[in-house]
């Protein structure tokens, strides 16, 4: 290995410890994170956590001029309001690392042949189509056995 080389990998060493360090920062300042989702004028509030587990539900006093229905959507509304805050926001903690990661070597520069991404393969989204919904059955659900049958939550007999 030459010089040029061993500079490069004590480089890409500093830079592997100082994500670290910031990784882990980034994951005690997440923990701490929250987000706030409203809906129907905001009668229904929800509070979610990091990992985007309702923590909190705040219903107003005139909820009652609304709908179970109406509740019901609005309680969907707030809850998906304020998963959506809490990705954004882990998203911004992360944000540095990644602008980081981009700027250091390829790892083909200092290991020819080796591949210069190796394949994680990432998660796919959650769909947020309610139980029951078109969006949400699968093409072989009704052969299979897997597709929900009884009322819902907003439906008589539930």
């Known amino acids: 290995m030459s010089t040029a080389d061993e500079e490069l990998l ?15 920062d980034a994951f005690q300042q997440r923990a701490q994170l929250t ?3 409203t809906a129907a004028n905001k009668r229904v509030t929800i509070v979610v956590n990091a990992d985007g587990v309702v923590i909190e539900t705040r219903i107003a006093d005139d909820i009652d001029e609304l709908s179970p229905a109406e ?22 903690l992360v944000a540095p690392m990644r602008e980081r990661h981009a700027g250091m070597p390829k790892l ?6 080796i591949p ?18 078109a969006e949400r ?18 439906e008589p007999g539930w």
Do not use: C, F, H, Y
Request: glycine share 8%; proline share 6%.
């Open 71 to 92: 509740i019901a959507k609005a309680v969907t509304t707030a809850a998906q309001q304020a998963s959506a805050e809490i990705k954004r926001k882990a998203d911004e």
């Open 10 to 24: 004590a480089d890409m060493l500093k830079a592997v410890e100082a994500n670290m360090v910031s990784l882990r």
């Open 137 to 154: 059955e699968e093409p072989d659900a009704e052969r299979n056995g897997t597709r929900r049958a009884g009322p819902g939550v907003t």
């Open 35 to 37: 987000a706030v989702g």
């Open 108 to 113: 083909s520069e200092l290991l020819p042949g």
């Open 116 to 133: 210069d991404e190796l394949s994680i393969p990432t998660q796919t989204e959650a769909s947020t189509a309610p139980l029951g919904s």
